[in-house]
């Protein structure tokens, strides 16, 4: 009934779109022309959104655990004294960075997928061939597509396997749009250092005449280093000397750029040295059938929407896949500058990156996905359609416990209505909130609300209730059983109503703050299930999220009722 | 070289033990008579301590992921009108308490031993037999134990394989001394509640006139329940009764005690009955070679200490559980009490049980482990030795990452000196501590100062620095290089200097508070391998760990220096 859905795209983001599918009745298959998990290298760098995604797949804090957290970042300089000296006063912060293998986080969301599904990564399989039957793309009954698929029995070996494959998306046929290849040859090395440098264990940038190194301490004493290499050895930049580069060469041309100090290195777990290329592809998506990746995708193949939202996908993602490419290779300029009057620049660079490496400067266009509501993103600072929900911590009404609204957010591919009442201590605020709960039950949307279904059953929306009252002012049963629904199967559902309040050991999480609204306030907030922002409107304007809804089609809008 | 090590005893206590002997070159066994591990039931609650503990392996915040948080319990009474009504000033808070399935600790430990070590737990086997060579057991160097086991080759067939087994410590023939069979019998299940009660999610303990409930909540919706079977069903206090009970008996003895609120199980994951029976071993230990547990007697069977402190076992653990079982016998009868006039009493029970169930309120006597020192205890209020070392946070002062210090005190079986040598960005303080610190380098004792050792060298001690000063106010290099040793094959040791400093995004640890200290006061406390105190000092009075350790023969107290 469900059609096969392959998803062919290299394995991080693949894993991350069947982390998306978890509990869904598609079936999903991930190929990967690799042996199996990367062992070492490859990108490790994991920015706040990249952690809240992870939790909303439910292992980002196992994730945590492993990394090593990355707390200051320290800039260094050439004195003119011929030596280096700590730009101390340029100290900054991340946000929770981290620092992981990349082969760790593949692990962490595979065992996922194997606790919470029956999907397993089949390895060593490429596609080779495919076949589009142009007559039926349109068609959302059809499979248009069908993949052939090569297996090589080992690493090694190319002995072919051939598989038809029905597939209603892939990557194959996409041509990338080269737009820079640098001159810059970058060494990079995970290394244990034996070093007199004292920030060693830090973010280090240091820009010397030298070239430009970037230290990033990892875990088991391990320090990643980023080293300018054409800086000190102009013949690396030719491609004959490239191949010729040695670790040594790595490790001499970082003891010329940190002089005066001391640099060794007890033990080398990878290295690699490269030119950097950059490229953007000329499209992510061919025929509403074939996407370079699909996160949000889940709700048009369950047939929850209709196939138009599938548009919103490339309108988002490759104006941010092209800013992003534009700042790194703005970055990659400043790192190799090689003068000490630029390291101020450097710094105006690397802050003005981490809108992109937080995802904190990310905002969607309008479209059938993001509301044009204006009023609303005026009255509400933080809650803006088209940005990422603010993650914050609540506290469960019923148990006391801390979550954050991201952990709570899983990723399963529903929408949520997120209610702030204000404090509805307040007899007032409480009463416009009932009212609301009982517009949703009776509403035609797709919502959870009170309901003799069986255990089963699926809804499509999902509220979640954010009250700004002291928890202990209020009970569970105060609050419209709309917005905390009974199931004659389950009992009371009691991990949907929440309060902006003090934690027993966490603190408060100061919710209504970071949303930019004050305690008296109220909204309410309709976000995607990849966590962005679509409506903002007031709790009377109903209609606006009626209307959202309807525009989504074929949304199944009539459900029996209690 | 070194001897087998066999720990016979169940599989909770001996994961610990093997948990504990991590990284030691030592041979491990652990034999279980079970199939595998626990599937569902046992208890399952897990306190500060348990997890302080847990953190010391490194799995701690892998099981606080998994882990239900519990943060209130509140207490419920008959009223005059024939119902329940919520004492609810009585709410009271766990320290950071939480519920998981014993099964996922076991879990959780096994994976740890899969990881570090090549050990394996060996399903379905018990000891049958065993020859003690009682002229030999004072020897250090003998192997005086011989261990027959038997091996089920499924868990019913009783088909047996003997092994002859090299065993330095069992439990096989410690007999237990009965001491309470109470009549009390109580129903526990594991269900997915559907229910009228307000605080299901909430520890909750109901005492009605038809007998007590107890409830906590778990992961997954179901909630832990603790039944008084008999008052309600007379008859089940008898044996056969007992042995006819069902499920249904079980919820319907809740419903009665919780009416008029209703109660039903959407699922029942697992349940049992029985009646409260308590017992204390008459012996802990037999010939120093056979413990009941054994989580400090590595640095014995490593050669480290000299076989007189295995007497400190018994000595200090048996008077734990003999006060253990008094209170769970003075807890017992307060929980079957019908009597609403007994509720305050309960409480006061419940809240004296908390110092047996966190562990804070065990203090073991002064022996070779434990000095009597009782000046450094009245200085120096949260540092005493026989208690445990409190937890609190401190910033890592090379990389400013938070970690709390129960995480730091790894289980691998070193002591550590920990100092605390007040606000080090004072000139005299900072030279109070480097007068220390060279100390330690002229010093006799095993611990690891900078050294030109080969990188599998192991060190009996280790140092720790806890300072008080901002840590942007002091450098790694103004410390004294014993402080944070350099080592030729891996250079500086960035793991040994912290501040009790504000952390960029987990708050203030406040460790010199919590520990009772001024942060102009200093001392220095040695902690054994377990995380208990032995010996709180001055600074200065160096000759109080050097006593400390001399005791504990045969240390290798000559180590050749850089």
Request: charged fraction near 25%.
């Amino acid at each position: 009934m469900y059609p096969d859905l392959a998803e062919l795209i290299p394995s991080a983001s693949s894993l991350t779109a069947a982390n998306c599918f978890l509990g869904s009745r598609l079936n999903v298959r991930i190929i990967d022309k690799k042996n199996g998990i990367v062992e070492a290298g490859k990108a490790d760098g994991l920015k706040s959104i990249s952690l809240e995604v992870l939790d909303s797949f439910g292992i980002g804090d196992g994730i945590r655990n492993e990394a090593h957290r990355v707390e200051e970042i320290t800039l260094w300089n050439s004195d003119p004294a011929g030596g280096l000296s700590r730009a101390s006063e340029e100290r900054t912060e991340f946000a929770h960075g981290t620092s992981i293998n990349t082969g760790r986080i593949e692990h962490h969301m595979i065992e996922n997928l194997r606790k919470r599904s029956t999907i397993e990564v089949e390895w060593r399989k490429q596609p080779v061939h495919m076949d589009i039957d142009l007559d039926q793309v349109d068609n959302p009954e059809a499979y248009p597509i069908t993949v052939s698929v090569e297996t090589s029995k080992d690493g090694s070996d190319p002995g072919l396997l051939w598989q038809p494959m029905h597939a209603e998306r892939d990557s194959v046929t996409t041509n990338y749009q080269a737009t820079l290849t640098s001159k810059t040859v970058l060494g990079v090395m995970d290394i244990v250092p034996k070093t007199s440098f004292p920030d060693i264990r830090k973010v280090a940038v240091i820009h010397s005449s030298k070239g430009t190194v970037m230290s990033v301490p990892r875990e088991d004493k391990l320090v990643r280093f980023y080293i300018q290499i054409d800086a000190v050895n102009p013949n690396a930049a030719s491609g004959l000397a490239r191949r010729d580069l040695k670790v040594e060469d790595l490790l001499d041309a970082a003891r010329a750029i940190m002089f005066p100090y001391t640099m060794e290195a007890a033990e080398c777990a990878w290295w690699s040295a490269y030119r950097v290329g950059q490229r953007v592809a000329n499209e992510f998506a061919r025929h509403g059938r074939i996407f370079l990746a699909g996160d949000s995708l889940r709700a048009c193949a369950e047939h929850h929407c209709g196939r138009e939202i599938l548009a919103t996908y490339e309108g988002e993602r490759k104006p941010v896949a092209e800013a992003l490419i534009n700042f790194d290779r703005d970055y990659l300029k400043h790192f190799a500058k090689q003068h000490a009057s630029n390291h101020a620049e450097f710094l105006d660079a690397y802050l003005k990156g981490q809108k992109f490496t937080t995802g904190i400067g990310i905002r969607y266009p309008p479209s059938l996905l993001i509301s044009e509501d204006v009023d609303a993103r005026s009255l509400h600072g933080g809650l803006v359609p088209g940005l990422r929900l603010p993650d914050f911590q609540v506290v469960n009404q019923s148990d006391g416990v801390p979550i954050r609204i991201h952990q709570r957010l899983r990723a399963d591919g529903k929408f949520r209505i997120v209610v702030f009442p204000g404090d509805v201590s307040q007899e007032h605020a409480m009463s416009r909130l009932n009212q609301f709960g009982a517009w949703l039950a009776r509403s035609q949307l797709d919502v959870e609300v009170s309901h003799s279904d069986g255990g089963s059953e699926e809804f499509f929306i999902e509220t979640i209730t954010v009250h700004a009252a002291r928890r202990a002012d209020v009970e569970l049963e105060d609050f419209h059983e709309a917005l905390h629904p009974w199931s004659s199967r389950w009992g009371w559902n009691y991990w949907n109503i929440y309060a902006d309040d003090e934690s027993y050991h966490d603190g408060h999480g100061e919710a209504y703050q970071r949303c930019g609204l004050g305690r008296n306030h109220d909204c309410v907030v309709v976000v995607r299930p990849d966590g962005y922002i679509s409506v903002v409107c007031e709790l009377e304007n109903t209609g606006a999220i009626t209307s959202f809804f309807d525009a989504l089609q074929p949304i199944k809008s009539v459900r029996p009722r209690l």
